[in-house]
């Protein structure tokens, strides 16, 4: 899908950071992580960053921080990490570095993809700023990180634009 047949996002650095230590130990591949490149890439986003961690609190905030005050992401997206196991820290992490919360990004995405399975209820993920980044945390599947795209990508760069303080008219495309 190019930019002009779906939301343009061109211009939109975007950092992705995979959380799972089955990924990081080299046992599983980052489906999920590629998902996210693919759906944003294809939209004109530029990656600027990508990374595997394991679960470790202390490594994923270092990891947010560098994205936001170092490479200064427009947006970070997690995948993994943000359900109910007990290694399932990535909401933690994200919370130890934000500076405020947007809640309403993740209980849309929880809302309408609970339609679809009762599993959406078991997510823990957060949404907030850092800064001028915004860092969403997204379910470590590649379906379901597809189904949450699917529903955040309409408003992911007005998001954007509002924090770098260069808001275009809601609804009006950027060019």
């Given at each position: ?19 799972s ?48 005050d ?79 795209l ?7 760069r ?18």
């Amino acid at each position: 899908m190019s930019p002009s047949t779906g939301p343009d996002l061109r211009g939109i650095r975007i950092a992705v950071l995979t959380l799972s230590d089955s990924v990081a130990g080299g046992r599983h591949e980052d489906t999920s992580g590629e998902a996210i490149v693919r759906m944003l890439g294809e939209r004109g986003a530029e990656v600027v960053a990508r990374d595997v961690r394991p679960d470790d609190l202390e490594e994923i905030a270092t990891t947010l921080k560098r994205y936001a005050d170092g490479v200064k992401a427009d947006l970070v997206l997690t995948t993994g990490g943000s359900g109910v196991a007990p290694r399932d820290i990535t909401p933690e992490a994200t919370l130890k570095v934000v500076d405020r919360l947007v809640p309403g990004i993740v209980e849309a995405a929880r809302v309408q993809t609970l339609q679809k399975t009762p599993m959406a209820m078991l997510s823990r993920s957060v949404a907030g700023i850092r800064g001028r980044t915004l860092i969403i945390n997204l379910p470590g599947s590649p379906k379901a990180v597809t189904e949450w795209l699917e529903i955040l990508l309409p408003v992911l760069r007005h998001a954007v634009e509002l924090l770098r303080e260069t808001p275009t008219e809601w609804g009006t495309p950027h060019r």
